[in-house]
């Protein structure tokens, strides 16, 4: 924000802008309403026309027109000073007069309670706007000044007006396409609302940003030379996402700053529609793009015009992040909105009937139309006002809202807590739904519930609310602690038996408290629960409790533990080590079925030990594991085991190719588990084999060898059945 303004830069953003004006004019109005303020004063200490003046210049540098910037000057003599709307009309013409009086408030009778005149205000404002938008805009140029100025307010009115403002002016902002004011109204609302929050989110993004700076610029300097190969002429920037947008984001998803990618949007701007869709071919070529993330806005603009193509493709070193293309004249519009389509209108000030930016505005009226009560029309407008959220009605008429997306979980969840837990489906307007189903606005909603039913980790991955996330998350922790304290108590146990000391003596013994004194550890059940989180080493711990004569006495029968691993691992369990724990039990997720050689990463599972992960399984990627539970897990030895591996062949059809293609398996030694042709059309056929490899390279080799095969299209390799995950669903 500008500290000092002066008439002369209010004259300067209408010239900016090539707007026409009137200067002698602007200055009678500039006299007439610096001297009706006279000597008032903000609560600053400022003289109070420097509001009036500060809106006038940020409504010039908006690009509005000469009546704008005029109104702006005026907007507050009518509502502060004893200046009559007569008196204005008189001297500078109905329309402004009418104009400010739009932007005035209802005057405040001591009888009237402020809430109900607030709402008879908004709806003054609101029915001002429909007969002449640029009522809305120097209201917003007013709420923008007010919102940089709002530190010198008592703290009770600065977060009343900040609320006012995230819930209507930054939402009427939005409408209107004008993404500059509304980031700024919602940051300064953000930051008097929650400072801490605030305070804390900018520091880390700025640490991010800096940490991330070199890989920032890795990118923008890829970008620059593939664009330059390509010969499509752009300019490239990049952004940091807005502070409030990204926090919204975190709230939504449940997420801290740390799981935090893409914060930050690269912005290419070309001079055409076509060069546009070439630079969207150019970097989809050049890094992977996340599924579901390509939003196609220039084909399909948003109901405020905004046109751009966004994607989100995924850095050599597995960051997201997300590009942004579009022409110089949306990227105008998609900044400033109504006010650059304004400017695009050359000579034609006033906005037309057709222009769609603000019809919504009329529409709202329309229907608003029979709603007497001032505060009922307010309470609409908020829900108009906020396209992204649905409003859910209980069986008894209580109405919740919820963001875009959210199912009967998140329902259940805003209601009571155990209501979530033992949550198993809903009636949706007297209907038997799924967990999974979507609300709709208006959507009657009745909880089923089971008593013996808990919430499991996939719920994670379809509820919206960050409350039903944080109650999962909160009941799978705990839950999952017992888990490891059962876990850890049983490796102990296991582990003692074989020297033969009973759980008893080993919980009685000094040194055990010694121990867990010189550890930290409060409880036998925290030392448990380390142990079955993988974080402490049964044997290191055992080396310091027992006494050297009991350490030596080793017992040689296997545990039944230990035989029932090996029922669960064909192939025997030593092929995964824990780091620092070769006792944890460890099993081969089925999802990904990782391979030796290939990075893996183990997570404790609810009483099933460690289930082992491709670092590139989708559901690691996704984070639907939670990584507190995340330990380090490493391949023990290469020695004889093989590992089952489904490929898919794609092939010619015709009957010497299943002969020759395990051939090609047996001079590999790769056993066949099962193997399975169709026919998928005229000519093409698809074979389903289950071989077994030793590794990594092994699978590697043979893959090319079939891919050599004279009639074969492409092996491809499938990881579990289908979509299907491996959860640890109880
Ligand atoms: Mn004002």
Request: glycine residues 6%; neutral net charge; proline residues 4%.
């Amino acid at each position: 924000m500008r500290e000092d303004v002066q008439f002369e830069d209010v004259l300067e953003g209408l010239r900016l802008h090539d707007r026409g004006y009137d200067e002698a004019f602007l200055r009678s109005i500039y006299e007439f309403s610096r001297q009706t303020h006279g000597d008032q004063v903000r609560r600053s200490g400022r003289p109070y026309f420097t509001h009036p003046l500060h809106v006038a210049f940020i409504l010039a540098h908006l690009g509005f027109d000469e009546t704008c910037v005029a109104v702006g000057l005026l907007h507050d003599v009518l509502e502060d000073t004893l200046a009559e709307r007569q008196a204005v009309a008189d001297k500078f013409g109905e329309e402004i007069a009418q104009l400010v009086d739009g932007v005035t408030k209802i005057g405040r009778h001591s009888y009237v309670r402020r809430d109900q005149a607030q709402a008879e205000t908004f709806r003054k404002l609101i029915l001002a706007s429909a007969k002449d938008i640029r009522v809305i805009l120097v209201k917003l140029a007013d709420r923008l000044h007010n919102m940089q100025t709002l530190e010198h307010m008592p703290v009770e009115s600065r977060r009343r007006i900040a609320r006012e403002t995230l819930e209507i002016y930054a939402p009427i902002a939005h409408r209107l396409g004008m993404s500059k004011v509304q980031g700024d109204l919602q940051d300064l609302a953000f930051y008097h609302l929650h400072p801490q929050e605030f305070g804390e989110l900018r520091n880390q993004i700025q640490q991010k940003v800096k940490h991330g700076r070199q890989a920032i610029d890795k990118i923008r300097t890829h970008l620059v030379s593939l664009l330059t190969d390509a010969g499509i002429e752009a300019e490239i920037s990049f952004r940091v996402k807005r502070f409030y947008s990204i926090y919204q984001k975190m709230r939504r998803q449940g997420i801290d700053p740390s799981q935090l990618y893409d914060y930050i949007a690269f912005r290419i701007v070309t001079p055409s529609v076509r060069d546009c869709y070439a630079c969207l071919g150019v970097v989809h070529q050049a890094w992977r793009p996340v599924p579901g993330r390509f939003k196609d806005y220039i084909a399909m603009p948003k109901p405020n015009l905004y046109q751009s193509l966004h994607t989100t493709l995924v850095s050599p070193s597995g960051e997201p992040f997300e590009v942004q293309i579009r022409t110089k004249e949306m990227d105008l519009i998609a900044e400033d909105g109504i006010a650059a389509h304004w400017r695009y209108k050359e000579g034609d000030a006033e906005p037309t009937e057709t222009d769609q930016s603000f019809s919504w505005l009329r529409q709202l009226l329309e229907w608003q139309k029979d709603v007497q009560d001032p505060r009922t029309f307010l309470n609409s407008l908020k829900i108009d006002l906020y396209p992204d959220e649905v409003y859910i009605f209980t069986p008894k008429g209580d109405v919740f809202s919820f963001p875009r997306g959210a199912t009967p979980l998140d329902f259940a969840y805003k209601i009571h807590t155990d209501l979530g837990h033992h949550c198993v489906g809903a009636r949706i307007n007297g209907k038997l739904e799924s967990l999974r189903s979507e609300l709709k606005n208006g959507d009657i909603v009745e909880i089923v519930t089971n008593p013996s039913r808990f919430p499991s980790r996939d719920w994670l991955s379809f509820v919206a609310t960050s409350r039903a996330k944080t109650k999962i998350r909160q009941w799978l922790n705990t839950e999952q602690k017992q888990r490891a304290i059962e876990i850890g108590k049983r490796l102990v146990e296991r582990e003692l038996k074989k020297h033969k000391v009973g759980i008893k003596r080993f919980l009685d013994s000094d040194s055990l408290v010694e121990y867990l004194t010189a550890e930290g550890i409060a409880r036998p059940e925290d030392l448990f629960a380390s142990v079955g989180y993988g974080k402490i080493s049964v044997r290191h711990m055992l080396n310091r409790v027992l006494t050297s004569d009991e350490l030596e006495t080793v017992g040689q029968e296997p545990g039944p533990l230990r035989r029932a691993v090996t029922k669960i691992l064909p192939f025997g369990s030593d092929a995964i080590a824990v780091k620092g724990q070769s006792d944890l039990l460890a099993y081969l997720a089925k999802c990904c079925s990782p391979l030796p050689g290939e990075p893996i990463v183990g997570y404790i599972t609810r009483g099933r030990g460690v289930s082992v992960h491709s670092v590139e399984c989708t559901n690691v990627q996704n984070l639907l594991y939670n990584q507190e539970r995340e330990i380090e897990v490493e391949w023990a030895r290469q020695g004889d085991e093989v590992y089952p591996v489904v490929l898919v062949i794609e092939t010619e059809d015709h009957p010497g190719m299943l002969a020759r293609l395990t051939e090609v398996m047996a001079k590999h030694n790769s056993n066949i588990r099962q193997i399975e042709a169709e026919t998928i059309e005229t000519g093409r056929g698809l074979i389903e084999v289950v071989v077994e490899v030793q590794n990594r390279k092994h699978l590697e080799r043979l893959r090319q060898s079939i891919r050599a095969v004279p009639g074969v299209f492409a092996v491809g390799r499938r990881r579990g059945p289908g979509s299907k995950t491996d959860q640890e669903t109880g």
